[in-house]
């Protein structure tokens, strides 16, 4: 395709989704109810790990990592989902679209790396439970919290930067937020090799942040499956469930959409997809790590009793 009319792209305009009909409202409010939720359920999970002391472990500490990622992770994609829903469409600037896929794909990395270094704390604390604390010291902590932010929005750089460098001749984007595979669809150029580079990217941390946390897994299953009580197993398989579920949760819907058969990321089902990882991932976290956690709903009980004292 010619050249000749690239210079359009001041903004795009993100399509969201064209086929809800008159149930607008309805997905409107859901939305935002879900996104409210989201919000304060990551909220009171960061405050309730630094106000209770019962909870002053690495464990809780990387979950509530986890929950301020969620924030932020959510507040990317959702403001622009909520403003298609209610106006059918959502202009955004090519700057601030470059900037959303970024910052999308940087904290979608960064949790990669995140969901690996809970599993590692899990690992010594069942496998190592003697040198636990001296593994997991809190200078060891910050680090391990740390390197996944750091790693996550340096891998963004390499997909988010060829996308940005492309032609477009195109400015509708067939999703509720800027994303890699949506944008190439408007460029006026084959892109033929870029998907590639994504795949390898993208697909190379998804796999080797999974296969770590497999091994950590199996690790763990060798160990628990020693203990001498069924109790104790019980209790150590509890520890891990939650992490597991959330782990299947994410990297399931990413490899599908990222990774999948082609027919499987048309046009519609990544749009449905992704919102199990960008939208549905972090609503359910809160609620994961809370109903099936025993130790946090003996928090949340003590810290109800010290305001019902006030």
């Known amino acids: 395709m010619d050249h000749f009319n690239h210079t359009w792209s001041q903004s795009f305009i993100l399509a969201g989704f064209t086929a809800i009909g008159n149930l607008w409202p309805l997905a409107f409010l859901g939305t935002l109810c ?66 959303q896929l970024y910052v999308f794909h940087s ?38 919290a740390g390197a996944p932010w750091v ?24 999703h509720y937020f800027c994303d890699l595979a949506p944008l190439m669809r408007l460029a006026c150029v084959h892109t033929g090799g870029h998907p590639w580079v994504h795949i390898v990217v993208i697909g190379m941390i998804n796999t080797c942040s999974l296969v770590l946390i497999l091994g ?34 994410f990297f399931g819907s990413a490899f599908i959409v990222y990774v999948g058969p082609p027919g499987i990321r048309a046009e ?9 990882y960008s939208f549905l991932t972090p609503f359910l976290n809160p609620i994961i790590y809370t109903l099936r956690n025993q130790e946090v709903k003996e928090a949340i009980r003590r810290i109800t009793q010290r305001i019902r004292a006030v």
């Open 151 to 174: 790693a996550g929005f340096s891998a963004a750089l390499v997909p988010v930067s060829l996308t940005a460098t492309l032609p477009f001749c195109l400015k509708e984007v067939a």
């Open 34 to 99: 879900i996104y409210l939720l989201t919000l304060a359920g990551n909220i009171f999970i960061i405050i309730l790990v630094q106000v209770d002391s019962g909870l002053s472990t690495p464990m809780y500490f990387f979950i509530s990592v986890l929950s301020f990622l969620e924030l932020w992770y959510v507040s990317t994609t959702v403001p622009t989902l909520l403003h298609t829903l209610l106006h059918g469409c959502s202009p955004i600037s090519s700057t601030m679209c470059f900037l």
């Open 268 to 276: 519609g089902k990544g749009k449905l997809i992704a919102l199990v």
């Open 216 to 249: 950590l897994y199996g690790g763990i299953l060798k160990a628990v499956l020693k203990l001498p009580s069924a109790a104790s197993r019980s209790k150590a398989f509890s520890t891990c469930s939650s992490h597991i579920i959330v782990v299947t949760l």
């Open 107 to 144: 904290l979608g990395m960064t949790e990669c790396y995140l969901l690996g270094v809970m599993a590692l704390d899990r690992h010594f604390a069942i496998c190592r439970p003697l040198h636990y604390h001296a593994l997991m010291s809190r200078r060891v902590q910050l680090w391990l």
